[in-house]
């Protein structure tokens, strides 16, 4: 016992002794400050008396340094960080014990870096055994990311007399952009190249070509891979992987570069096997993803524990790379430098684009949660994957009720003519409803306006700590309901009276069910909210389940919240002053973080549709599977928990208004339109009396899951609408609000 207890009190005095220790700064500052200073690991790490590997680890958060190391690295880095402040909005938080962790081991010479084998990891083929072996990732060695890279136009501090020459070529009169959310590594994640022979990258840098990349895509691709673009992307988890440089190509790069103008094939959207761009790409040993040469375009070769992830994207503009309903209509034809600006704001803060927002959506879930993470066995020594906790690590079969209509699951059910019933198949879909015009009263027709409220970034709200399965389903009969168990349930909900002027809960068309549906966990709860007696028949539940979107919702809403600050529309605004900014934005929109501002909402929307990703392609035959099928990412299930909250939030607060005596003509998704006798929101929502926003309900701001004004129209425009069946929400802006992909 004397032993155990004295063992017990040396752990306590290591864990006093290390709370007690200097405070150090995230390492990502670390190397940010180093890096600002002109100095590299090599000259720490002599001053420190430690080698250049120990400098590594610190500045990646591998290790943390210890006394009597650990005071004099402190005092270094305070010292750097009164040279070359950052703001404190965008610094990174301070080290949370980090000494207290566990440290990664670092990894033999001979070990394999993390997806060796198989470089592109976006395309679905890639899930396989053999991406499965692999090693901690990589130190930001000199090899791979040098310290201070050596290139003609690169900024050099030196550090010992404090001289700094000038700084890289940029274009007179270019936009330098917001601050970003991710401070900048090397010359950014991306360029976008104009014909010339120089390249357009972050803040208005201009980066010389060399001489034959203008013309020979080969070259191009090695010199984008190389210490002269030092293109960097850095991972956004440990365990995750650095992005890929990204080349944008307007039309006259394209053409510089032997591209056609347009793609013939419209179908397949990719270049013929036989084009001789492709030819050349083979010859310098190049592959492409199973996607082939398209708008997006990933170029890579194997890597190798000596060449390491050789990868690059393409986005060719003059091919549709920036769809208009995402990016904005007229983004793709912004000059180099904007979009430069425009294309790095939006890698900085969400991901850099490696295909349409949707894709992007998708890969930022992976990029924040990856699978798989490196280990040791104990056993043989030798370098493992295994799977990281809380994350999506394999494919897994939907359940009958959750796959779409062409999936292998359903096609072995029914027969392919068959339509399935809503006790046969899952349908958590956004609201498309209007009221009866009979239903409207008297004191509503004298109401003068329709005006339209809209939820900010409701999906990704909805996922913010929303438990969604990990695992597999597992049938269960005559379950008992538990609110905290993702899943979907087979439950009688016809019964439950509903106000027939607002919509249903639990249907997205917003009429009652007539009968046994499927429905998803936060739709059956609700269903008990309301105080209507809930049980469910049969289920498929996921008991491995955890709150895999936090990340992505809180990345995506640092972004859009960081953007729409640039836009002058700040957190915590009067709402007169936030209907302001908001009116003056729409009046005068930003031609960079505009386009920006609707990638984000598209990222949001666009992401979690991919997580049901329905087959393409003419070739395609009903029953049999497809490629999406493979990712760990094909979640439908995710899919219907994220659409069924949102719904359930829209009705939550329809609810609280309604107790007040206000109830909505028609609601859209995440928009609602109320009869006002005034133009804006503040003349119909209703206070509290003390004046304050009517708790629970819908309130006005520019954080997720609150509202802004979507638009008004006049009480007759909005009563012609419902007697023609059609939706006002839709058209409250104008126009059709399906055309800004809202």
């Known amino acids: 016992m004397p032993d155990e207890q004295e063992s017990l009190f040396a752990a306590v005095d290591a864990l006093l002794e290390e709370a007690s220790q200097d405070p150090l ?17 090599d000259q720490i790490a002599k001053a420190l008396s430690v080698r250049r590997e120990t400098v590594t680890s610190w500045e990646t958060g591998r290790t943390a340094p210890r006394a009597p190391k650990r005071a004099a690295y402190a005092r270094l880095l305070e010292g750097l960080s009164t040279l070359h402040p950052v703001n404190a909005v965008n610094a990174p938080p301070q080290e949370q014990a980090a000494t207290t962790q566990p440290a990664a081991p670092s990894a033999p010479a001979q070990a394999p870096t993390i997806n060796a084998v198989n470089a592109p990891a976006a395309t679905p083929a890639t899930v396989n055994a053999v991406n499965a072996v692999n090693a901690p990732a990589p130190d930001p060695a000199p090899a791979a990311h040098p310290a201070a890279p050596t290139r003609p136009e690169a900024r050099t501090v030196n550090a ?8 890289p070529a940029r274009a007179a009169g270019t936009p330098q952009g917001p601050r970003p959310t991710t401070p900048l590594e090397g010359n950014g994640p991306l360029v976008v190249l104009d014909g010339t022979d120089k390249a357009h990258a972050a803040h208005g840098l201009l980066l010389p070509l060399p001489p034959k990349a203008r013309t020979d895509l080969p070259t191009l691709i090695a010199w984008a891979l190389g210490p002269d673009a030092d293109l960097r992307s850095p991972r956004l988890h440990r365990n995750g992987k650095d992005g890929d440089p990204l080349l944008v190509l307007t039309p006259a790069a394209a053409e510089a570069l032997g591209l056609p103008p347009i793609l013939e094939d419209r179908r397949t959207l990719r270049l013929p096997d036989n084009h001789p761009t492709l030819k050349l790409l083979a010859k310098a040993k190049w592959q492409l993803t199973r996607r082939g040469f ?7 070769r194997p890597a190798s524990p000596t060449t390491g992830r050789q990868c690059v994207q393409l986005a060719v503009l003059p091919w549709g790379a920036l769809d208009a309903r995402a ?10 430098p904007e979009l430069a600006a425009l294309l790095t704001t939006y890698a900085t803060r969400v991901l850099t684009p490696r295909g349409s927002t949707a894709v992007s959506g998708l890969e930022l879930m992976t990029a924040l949660r990856p699978p798989t993470r490196a280990a040791r066995n104990p056993e043989t020594n030798v370098w493992e ?5 809380g994350s999506l690590t394999r494919p897994v079969d939907p359940a009958p009720p959750e796959a779409p209509d062409e999936h292998p699951v359903v096609a072995a059910l029914y027969p392919r003519s068959h339509q399935r019933t809503p006790d046969q198949v899952l349908d958590e879909e956004a609201y498309d409803w209007i009221r009866d015009p009979e239903l409207l009263t008297d004191a509503e027709c004298t109401r003068t306006h329709a005006v339209g409220i809209d939820v900010n970034m409701a999906f990704a709200a909805a996922a913010n700590r929303l438990p969604v399965g990990l695992g597999p389903a597992v049938h269960t009969q005559a379950p008992r309901f538990d609110p905290k168990v993702p899943g979907c349930w087979l439950a009688d909900l016809s019964s439950l009276e509903l106000d027939p002027r607002l919509p249903s809960p639990f249907t997205p068309t917003g009429l009652p069910p007539t009968g046994p549906a499927w429905y998803a966990t936060p739709t059956l709860a609700y269903a008990q909210e309301l105080g209507h007696p809930v049980h469910p028949t049969e289920a498929w539940l996921r008991p491995d389940h955890g709150a895999y979107l936090d990340a992505w919702y809180t990345r995506l809403r640092d972004a859009y919240v960081a953007t729409m600050a ?3 529309v700040t957190p915590g605004l009067p709402e007169p002053e936030f209907l302001a900014a908001m009116a003056e934005l729409q009046e005068h929109p930003d031609p960079v973080l505009k386009p920006v501002l609707t990638a984000i909402k598209s990222t949001v929307k666009g992401g979690i549709g991919k997580l049901r990703e329905r087959p393409q392609g003419a070739a395609y035959r009903p029953g049999e599977p497809w490629p999406a099928l493979e990712r760990p990412t094909w979640r439908p299930d995710i899919r219907a928990a994220v659409i069924s909250t949102a719904r359930v939030n829209m009705h939550r ?20 339109v109320y009869l006002s006798d005034g133009p804006g929101p503040l003349d119909f929502l209703p206070r509290t009396p003390e004046g304050k926003p009517l708790p629970g309900g819908f309130r006005l701001g520019v954080s997720p899951g609150m509202v802004k004004h979507e638009g008004t129209q006049s009480l007759l425009w909005a009563v012609e609408m419902l007697d023609q069946g059609l939706n006002p929400a839709r058209h409250i802006k104008g126009h059709d609000a399906a055309a800004d992909g809202e």
């Open 25 to 41: 700064p995230h390492p990502d500052e670390r190397k940010r400050l180093r890096e600002a200073a002109g100095l590299s690991q």
């Open 160 to 167: 010992v007399n404090a001289v700094n020459p000038p700084p």
């Open 294 to 300: 398209g708008p997006w375009a990933r170029i890579y």
């Open 327 to 336: 990016w904005g209509e007229h983004t793709a034809e912004l000059p180099a």
């Open 385 to 389: 994957s295994a799977p990281v906790a």
């Open 566 to 568: 640039d836009l002058g």
């Open 653 to 672: 607060k329809m609810v609280r208004l309604a107790a007040a005596g206000l109830h909505p003509i028609a609601v859209l998704s995440d928009c609602a």
